[in-house]
């Protein structure tokens, strides 16, 4: 069971190392916790035995990138856990042609890779076939196989809003397992949108929910506490 936390621009290096303190106290050994800081925080990180990774990173060694991380800087940290392809870097202009290409650039560098998918509103609108086919055009060139590549669904109305329902989460889900079924692939399946401590047992209990990619539930630590408590309790 994948438990991770993006805490997006949230949580400065020293409020991290105060959430880490505690978080330490509550690990599993059944729980795989990722946590994904703000870059700043990838250069001190505060001793917790997580996997820690990036929010972002240009697929290169390094160069002339402004405001950019390269796999350089980022395994001379020890991270080699990568987001890719989140609906907030998307919505600022990267493509799917760019996501694909970060995932094979670190899926090279044998990184671990949460790829995030999921529809707007407009698609969900139109029914299971349109979200099925938009999440489709979202795996193309994805390297499925890879096999530390996690895939974490997250529709984007229910970010920040309220979560999807229990059978469009398990539904969508089934439809993202044969997607990747007929490419060959298994990989573990994430739902992210508005995860709290009071629907995280419910979702974790789904078919085909492996996981959990959780934003600003994961602000406070005992919350976070109370969803992996959930994960263990769905186990
Ligand atoms: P919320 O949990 O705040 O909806 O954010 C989800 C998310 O975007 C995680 O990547």
Redesign the pocket.
Known sequence: MIIAA?FKMHLTPRKLATFAATLRESLDSRLQILLFPNTACLANLPQCPVRWGAQNAYPAQNGAFSGEIGAEVLESLAIQTLLVG???RRALGESQDFCAQKCRFYAELGFTLVY?IGEPHDVRARGRESVRAFLDAQLQDIPLDYPNLII?Y?PIW????QAAGMEQIEQTHADIRALCAERGATPPLLY????KPNNARAILSLSNVNGV?????ALVVSDFVQIMQAGLQAL
């Open positions: 993006n989140h609906s907030e995030c974490a997250e229910a970010i920040g809003t992210g949108g508005s995860v990619l959780v934003g600003s539930a």
